[in-house]
């Protein structure tokens, strides 16, 4: 339980405290919490946000951190679902650790990984707010994602028709990609899961 309130304590965070968390933590000088931990273990001080090798890194970080919760929670009641006579006719069969994974939980899971996937992907054109809060597209244009430029060129510019355009072949392409995805998912067999 305690494990489960943990990754799921930051969905229910606001994403604009995650990101300002974080950006605290990424604070380039001595006060930033990660060059604490580097300066601790003798490593030298990094820029993290000021870097266009760990920018977008940096960047990524939080928003695979705060939406952890809700997967993991997902994945839990799955794993909980599978009947564990498949398990124990593996082990008597000889199939150690990695066998098990690769032949009985991962298939069991395609679906949902597959859902997950979706849903993630349509999520990460959407979502540029990190982004935006932690480096407004920097240094230079290493974090700069279409989302983002498409903001950009609406609002700082104000170059609504280029930007109407360029959301809408996004939306085109996202609408395609999810077709597709769909399409895919029509071959999975998908079950209601019962607890064991």
């Known amino acids: 339980i305690t494990f489960r309130l943990f990754f799921f304590l930051p ?3 606001s994403g604009i405290v995650v990101a300002l968390m974080w950006k605290m933590m990424y604070d380039p000088t001595e006060n930033g919490v ?3 931990l580097l300066a601790a273990v003798g490593l030298p001080m990094q820029g993290w946000l000021t870097d266009p090798f760990w920018a977008m890194v940096c960047c990524i970080l939080p928003g695979v951190w705060a939406a ?6 997902i994945y839990i009641a799955a794993l909980h679902s599978f ?3 498949l398990y124990e006719a593996a082990a008597i069969d000889g199939a150690g650790f990695l066998k098990r994974l690769r032949h009985i939980t991962i298939p069991q899971l395609m679906p949902l990984i597959i859902i997950n996937f979706v849903g993630t992907f349509i999520a990460a054109f959407q979502n540029m707010g990190h982004i935006f809060l932690l480096t407004f597209g920097g240094p230079g244009k290493s974090t700069t994602v279409v989302g983002l430029a498409i903001w950009k060129l609406a609002y700082n510019d104000l170059r ?3 930007a109407t355009t360029m959301a809408w072949f996004l939306g085109v392409a996202l609408i395609g990609f999810t077709y597709f ?12 899961a019962e607890e064991n």
């Open 11 to 13: 969905q229910m965070t």
């Open 34 to 36: 990660l060059n604490q």
């Open 68 to 73: 952890a919760g809700m997967s993991s929670l």
């Open 83 to 85: 009947p564990d006579d």
């Open 160 to 162: 609504f028709s280029t």
């Open 181 to 192: 995805q769909i399409r895919f998912m029509r071959r999975l067999e998908f079950r209601r």
